[in-house]
């Protein structure tokens, strides 16, 4: 390693990289947990098995921002989800509804229009 301020992450095909501690800590409290762990150990190194090389190379570029990607882009669907992995983006599966239903009754919305009922003009 470079520096003690970096880490090494271990793709699943085996590809090393190096990567800043502190940055990967603020990314995500995935990173942070890991990281937590394996503070006393002289080398701290992250096993990413189910991502391959590029894949967490992407990310670590992301998390620089050295590159950009809409990960909403139905094309970039395996970079969501190593991203939601990671923690770097939220989790897609929330349920929103539940939210939505209380948030609308406290400002006395009615968002149920066209759910089952005719709209009458």
Same mark, same amino acid.
């Given at each position: 390693?470079?520096?003690?301020?970096?880490?090494?992450?271990? =793709?699943?095909?085996?590809?090393?990289?190096?990567? +800043?501690?502190?940055?990967?800590?603020?990314?995500?409290?995935?990173?942070?947990?890991?990281?937590?762990?394996?503070?006393?150990?002289?080398?701290?190194?992250?096993?990413?098995?189910?991502?391959?090389?590029?894949?967490?190379?992407?990310?670590?570029? $992301?998390?620089?921002?050295?590159?950009?990607?809409?990960?909403?882009?139905?094309?970039?669907?395996?970079?969501?989800? =190593? =991203?939601?992995?990671?923690?770097?983006?939220?989790?897609?599966? $929330?349920?929103?509804? +539940?939210?939505?239903?209380?948030?609308?009754? +406290?400002?006395?919305?009615?968002?149920?229009?066209?759910?089952?009922?005719?709209?009458?003009?």
């Amino acid at each position: 390693m470079e520096k003690s301020t970096d880490c090494v992450i271990v =793709a699943g095909d085996g590809k090393r990289l190096v990567a +800043d501690k502190r940055m990967l800590a603020d990314s995500s409290t995935f990173f942070r947990d890991i990281l937590s762990t394996l503070c006393h150990l002289e080398e701290q190194v992250i096993q990413l098995p189910s991502l391959d090389g590029k894949m967490v190379e992407l990310l670590i570029q $992301i998390i620089k921002g050295e590159a950009c990607v809409d990960v909403w882009a139905v094309e970039n669907k395996h970079v969501l989800e =190593a =991203a939601e992995f990671v923690g770097i983006v939220p989790q897609s599966n $929330i349920d929103f509804s +539940d939210f939505m239903e209380e948030f609308s009754l +406290d400002q006395e919305w009615d968002l149920s229009f066209g759910r089952g009922r005719r709209n009458q003009a």
